[in-house]
């Protein structure tokens, strides 16, 4: 057998439940992955070897006695660290919240321990998860395997590093403008943002941001494949009534025509052509497996949800938020505070929320027409590490060209991003995007962009 690290998470799944490969290996293999790559990466940043076997021998136990061990059962994956995972610290990344411990999961954590999964490790972010870039002053700089000079993305960076160089078949993460989408882009992996409510979430180490469901951050998988995307999103999003605005939607709906609009260069985006060019070619991917491929113009209005979705993201207690990112003192918090200031201050929630009613209801209107959306993730290949801190210049750069990834979150909207292929050693890849709750028609047509093209696996660190 291949080394068990290499497998995707449902083969490996499959594997465990019909005894011919026990958790317990699993685990250590997962362990021993660890141990060779991670210190050239630094994606995890907190794991207990003991605890991962004693999960590990709790699924082998439950198998043993022919006990039901859900869809991941023993699997490895890893947590990002601004979740709580009982006993385990909440940073995000923070100097100031190194003592911040959990005394219960967070409810997506508790749904992949449901689900069977074995917790492997905690995964690295930017200090208050607020870059797409992974450095902080708690944690250190995480690496992308395939290229350290690039980033791993953010502000899930170490989930998609890890991922990428298979430390645990899965990764979770989470994402409010990007965060889950970019590193799975940078890192060349794919990752699922979910529609707001799809997945719950609450954590009790922190205190809440007060108007909730408006910013809130919503975690998604990042995988090698998307068919480990689509078994994860099953397991991640398990009720809990711990999480108010959890929505119990189907996650199959309503049979649509295999309908593509493809945009190449939505709302004056201006993507480079390595970006044009995967765009198109995973549009041919498509219409070889038998969808209807339309290219358009123009979607409806990127940039006004992109501006908004800033503002709630960080216009909300703005003077707050600097105030804290001054006593942690961390540079890329610093950045992106000041960075944005002029766009977010002073901020009006009132005239938010009316806007994202009104361009919310244009984007539903476009997804009758078009059940799924095609377009880039970002404007650019995967920056050079830590960019947005070179210059104002280069800071402006950024924003722009993550236009795609802000905005999508704005109307609730479901976005998956599928890595297609590489420039030199740079991944590239595509952004699909459906009707709010309509996750399966991206997976659909992400494995219809998947299959078209070399398969995502795992490498060694490239130096």
């Known amino acids: 057998m291949q080394d068990i690290w290499r497998l995707s998470a449902a083969e490996l799944a499959s594997l465990i439940k019909s005894k011919k490969v026990s958790a317990k290996e699993a685990a250590e293999a997962g362990l021993a992955r660890l141990d060779a790559v991670n210190p050239k990466l630094n994606a995890v940043v907190d794991h207990r070897p003991d605890d991962v076997l004693a999960q590990a021998a709790k699924v082998d136990a439950a198998i043993a006695r022919g006990e039901a061990v859900g869809p991941l059962a023993g699997v490895p994956i890893t947590i990002k660290v ?38 492997l490790g905690r995964t690295n972010c930017p200090a208050v998860s607020y870059r797409w870039f992974t450095t902080n002053l708690i944690h250190g700089d995480t690496k992308n395997p395939r290229d350290p000079g690039i980033t791993p993305g953010g502000s899930s ?45 609450f954590n009790s180490a922190l205190p809440e941001r007060p108007i909730g469901p408006q910013i809130s951050a919503v975690s998604g998988p990042l995988a090698r494949t998307v068919n480990d995307l689509r078994i994860s999103l099953a397991a991640m999003s398990a009720p809990d009534y ?22 190449l260069n939505p709302d004056g985006l201006d993507p480079v052509p390595e970006v044009i060019a995967a765009v198109a070619d995973a549009g041919k991917r498509l219409q070889k497996a038998g969808w209807i491929v339309e290219e358009i113009a123009n979607t ?32 890329g918090a610093l950045a992106c505070l000041r960075g944005v200031r ?42 050079p590490d830590h960019l947005d801190r070179k210059d104002e210049a280069s800071f402006a750069r950024v924003w722009h060209a993550q236009l795609p990834q802000i905005a999508i979150p704005f109307m609730g909207l479901p976005g998956l991003v599928v890595s297609t292929g590489l420039v030199g050693r740079i991944p590239v890849g595509v952004q699909l995007v459906a009707g709010r709750y309509r996750e399966d028609l991206c997976l659909a047509a992400g494995e219809a962009v998947e299959a078209g093209g070399t398969p995502s696996s795992p490498i060694d660190p490239v130096s």
């Not at 027409?369 to 993730?377: E, N």
């Open 342 to 383: 002029a766009r977010v201050h002073p901020f009006d929630l009132s005239q938010a929320l009316t806007r994202r009613a009104t361009l919310t209801r244009e984007w539903f209107a476009f997804f009758e027409k078009y059940p799924v959306l095609l377009m880039p993730v970002s404007g650019e290949l995967p920056f």
């Open 300 to 331: 409806p209005s990127l940039r006004e949800a992109a501006e908004i979705q800033t503002r709630l993201w960080l216009g909300d207690g703005y003077e707050a938020q600097l105030a804290f990112a001054e006593r942690e003192g961390d540079p």
């Open 242 to 263: 711990r999480d108010p605005w959890y929505a119990p939607v189907p996650l199959e709906g309503p049979p649509r025509e295999k309908r593509v609009a493809m945009c």
């Open 157 to 201: 960076g170490g989930a998609g590093s890890a991922v990428a160089a298979g430390i645990g078949h899965i990764a979770h993460g989470t994402d409010i403008a990007g965060s889950v989408r970019y590193p799975a882009y940078a890192c060349g992996v794919h990752g699922l943002r979910p529609s707001m409510g799809r997945i719950p979430a």
């Open 82 to 119: 601004n979740v709580d995972q009982e006993g385990y610290a909440t940073t995000n990344g923070l100097k100031a919240q190194r003592d911040v411990i959990a005394k219960v999961d967070n409810p997506v954590v508790a749904n992949l321990r449901k689900a069977g999964a074995v917790l």
